[in-house]
């Protein structure tokens, strides 16, 4: 049987985790071994005791301390992570490699864990890059603008994709490792499973590679306080330091309408003084598929996994992100209007009207019902499998 090697570099939350979880599960039943390769000090405790998950840190970044702008394009977002800094760059990559030396892997499984892709490539260790639109971006040279509100011209794209090569090459070679003729080297080789639709792709008109559809996977456990026994209510996911997570608690608040906020985080004095007669705070994650049948609206800041799980529910949107990854998807959902979003970079944010508008619009809960009703026949369980042998036939030729 083989070893394999689920490795998470750069992002935040449990998003990037959560998907991975029946993967593991599916491979472990058939006698692979999977270790885990996480963050330092990420909140995975629960996880890891839930499904006795074997984990190891992976390298720690040092971040640049001073705001910088909003990333460009995946070049720009991985100067901004940490690939900037030519000397803690060469320390992340000695670590990474002596992490998959120690640990010997059949299969690296990478999600947005571009160090680990550049390891087992040096290595000749079988990878796979795995995850949404935003972690394995369009492989074109340079690949494209992240923010597609911009019309960016083709030169400053070229000129980050430069900077990028000139920044990460030297470091490569000093390491002992082959340079990168374009920042789509990165995922040269790998199998890329892109788990996610065409309308829930960060990136417009991607051409060359399948979709495999997205892996959802969500919390299980004691079910939530929903308010109301019917499906009438409304389910509210928000960080409490999201600028809108207040502006939100006061409009629902007013309304009559049921109301089920899962606050991650929250202390319980913040929770209870949030209660109103028509709203119930959790601050543990929920089971999402529960949650689509519960509900008929949903509000969040515009994670992935709980999108589409609401999406292919059938349930609309109203999306008030906190940052760029969360932006960008939620401004291709409203696009096709799937959805409405805020605007987070907007001064003065119209919440309210959004807020009424979604509650009222019959054309979006329309759109979002074919949406459903187009991927009904396609199962979580049907795209693990397929996952899966295609991990296992990637490990058994290592």
């Known amino acids: 049987m083989s070893r394999i090697l689920f490795c998470w570099e ?3 939350g449990l998003g990037h985790l959560y998907p991975l979880v029946p993967l593991y599960l599916e491979l472990r039943n058939l006698g692979h071994e999977v270790l885990w390769v996480v963050p330092p000090g990420d909140n995975a405790e629960d996880l890891r005791t839930q499904y006795g998950l074997s984990m190891l840190w992976a390298p720690r970044w040092d971040r640049p301390r001073v705001p910088l702008p909003l990333s460009l394009n995946y070049s720009d977002n991985l100067l901004r992570n940490g690939y900037g800094c030519a000397g803690g760059l060469e320390v992340r990559l000695k670590e990474w490699r002596a992490l998959l030396d120690s640990h010997r892997p059949d299969l690296v499984v990478a999600d947005h864990a571009p160090s680990a892709l550049l390891a087992a490539m040096a290595m000749g260790v079988p990878r796979a890059a795995i995850g949404t639109g935003y972690t394995v971006p369009p492989l074109t040279r340079p690949i494209p603008g992240l923010q597609p509100w911009f019309d960016l011209p083709e030169g400053l794209l070229v000129q980050k994709e430069r900077k990028f090569l000139e920044t990460v090459n030297p470091v490569l070679e000093k390491v002992g490792w082959a340079p990168l003729s374009s920042v789509a080297d990165i995922f040269l080789g790998a199998e890329p499973l892109l788990c996610t639709y065409p309308e829930l792709d960060h990136y417009a008109n991607r051409s060359g590679m399948s979709y495999q559809g997205p892996i959802i996977h969500s919390a299980e456990g004691a079910k939530p ?26 409009i629902l608040g007013e309304t009559d309408l049921p109301v089920l906020a899962f606050i991650p985080g929250i202390a319980d004095k913040d929770r209870h003084a949030l209660v109103r007669r028509n ?13 689509g049948n519960r509900c008929f609206l949903a509000v969040t800041h515009g994670g992935f996994n709980t999108n589409a799980l609401m999406l292919l529910a059938g349930i609309p949107l109203l999306i008030c992100p906190q940052q760029l990854e969360q932006t960008v998807l939620a401004h291709r959902i409203a696009g096709q209007g ?33 949406l459903a009703d187009r991927y009904a026949t396609s199962t979580t369980r049907e795209r693990v499998l397929g996952i899966v042998e295609k991990c296992v036939t990637l490990a058994g030729s290592s």
Not at 279 to 291: A, F, G, K, N, S
Not at 346 to 369: F, H, N, T
């Open 279 to 291: 709203l119930r705070v959790t601050c543990r994650p929920v089971d999402l598929r529960d949650v």
């Open 10 to 12: 750069l992002g935040g």
């Open 338 to 370: 799937l959805c409405l979003m805020v605007n987070p970079y907007g001064p003065q944010p119209d919440l309210r009207s959004k807020m009424e508008a979604i509650l009222s619009s019959r054309e979006i809960a329309g759109r979002v019902r074919a």
């Open 225 to 250: 306080p929903w308010p109301s026994d019917g499906g009438e209510n409304v389910f509210l996911s928000m960080a409490s330091y999201n600028r809108f997570f207040r502006p939100v608690i006061d």
